[in-house]
């Protein structure tokens, strides 16, 4: 009995899981686990966005100032966030990711659409996965 396209494609996904790009962001995933001054931070910053959401939300007696103050602490936790090394390592195995996933969506979209897959070559950067709006891959 011949395998349907489902069974394939579940074969596939969990031979991307064995891909070095899978592996390196379930990496970084588990070293921001365990990054104890990111989770400091994040949890800082969630706490600092209830208060910023709760001064927002309030009907009357809205204190610019401290809205001010919460708003320029969020941003300041974000960015200390998003400067962290973990989190850095994490955003590049994430974008890279991304790209193999687009890469597959482009190689669906091409089936979908009549396409030879076989043709189908990495999408440049800024490839959406989507092919309404695309002069081409290839």
């Not at 031979?15 to 899978?22: H, K, V």
């Not at 910023?52 to 974000?78: C, F, H, M, R, W």
């Not at 974008?95 to 659409?113: G, K």
Request: charge should be negative; include cysteine.
């Amino acid at each position: 009995m011949a395998k349907d396209a489902i069974t394939m494609f579940k074969e596939a996904a969990a031979q991307m899981q064995r891909e070095e790009t899978f592996l390196a962001l379930m990496g970084t995933l588990k070293k921001n686990d365990e990054d104890e001054v990111l989770q400091s931070l994040i949890g800082d910053f969630n706490l600092a966005r209830i208060d910023l959401n709760a001064e927002i939300s309030k009907s009357e007696d809205k204190d610019p100032e401290k809205l001010a103050e919460l708003n320029t602490k969020v941003g300041q936790l974000y960015n200390d966030i998003m400067a962290n090394e973990s989190m850095i390592a994490y955003n590049e195995a994430k974008a890279e990711m991304e790209q193999l996933v687009e890469y597959v969506n482009a190689i669906i979209n091409t089936a979908v659409n009549g396409g030879d897959p076989m043709t189908v070559e990495q999408p440049q950067a800024g490839c959406s996965g989507s092919c309404a709006s695309c002069a081409g891959c290839h």
